[in-house]
């Protein structure tokens, strides 16, 4: 019996590792400019309902998105997929294509936020929980000793499904729409 050698090319496992260091590195970026970006905004929130901070939030989350899927379309395209057909590697590293994973990225946030908009209703409206984390958003209040330990559970959380769902969204639209690889004949062929 001939044992296969391992090729970290058509690895899934190698490419879900990639494909979790660039989510990685462009969550940081996210993070890093939503941070900075609702701190200058934090007190114009503390007095708006739950509703309005949502959206400001989301448009927060939005500045975060524009500076971050530039980064990571262009790691994604260079290293993240690696076994991928000839055409769709081509395509995927032209404007086109980076407009395509902008699209696809943009509607793993819009159904991110639809899901985290959900568990903040449900935290806060739905439920006798009354857990406000959306009414001046900040992570003094989180951490303070009136409640913020439950304020921190329930954000993580939300925030922890969010962003699985958003994660397996984003690899399957990427492993099989954007950046799919040869077909079995097609390797054989090379």
């Known amino acids: 019996m001939e044992k296969k050698k391992f090729n970290k090319d058509t690895s899934i496992l190698m490419e879900l590792i990639r494909f979790v ?5 462009g969550t940081l970026i996210d993070f ?10 934090n007190k114009q929130t503390e007095n708006m309902g739950h509703l309005a901070a949502f959206f400001v939030m989301f ?4 500045v975060g998105f524009l500076v971050a899927t530039p980064a990571t379309w262009s790691l994604t395209s260079i290293w993240g997929f690696r076994n991928v057909e ?3 590697e081509a395509k995927s590293r032209s ?3 980076g407009l395509w994973f902008t699209f696809y990225a943009f509607l793993g946030l819009v159904i991110g936020a639809i899901i985290q908009f959900l568990g903040y209703m ?9 857990i406000n984390i959306l009414g001046g958003f900040s992570f003094e209040k989180m951490f303070n000793v009136d409640g913020g330990l439950r304020i921190f559970f329930a954000w993580f959380v939300v925030l922890c499904i969010r962003t699985v769902f958003t994660m397996t969204f984003n690899y399957l639209t990427r492993k099989f729409i954007l950046y799919k690889a040869p077909k ?4 054989d062929g090379e």
Not at 32 to 41: C, H, L, Q, R
Not at 59 to 62: E, F, L, Q, V
Not at 122 to 130: A, F, G
Request: contains cysteine; proline residues 0%; glycine residues 8%.
């Open 21 to 25: 260091i660039i989510g990685v590195y």
């Open 32 to 41: 890093a400019i939503e941070g900075w970006v609702t701190s200058m905004v």
């Open 59 to 62: 448009a927060i989350s939005i």
């Open 86 to 88: 000839k055409e769709a």
């Open 95 to 97: 404007l086109k294509g």
């Open 122 to 130: 449900i935290c806060l409206e739905w439920t006798s929980w009354n």
């Open 184 to 187: 079995a004949e097609e390797k």
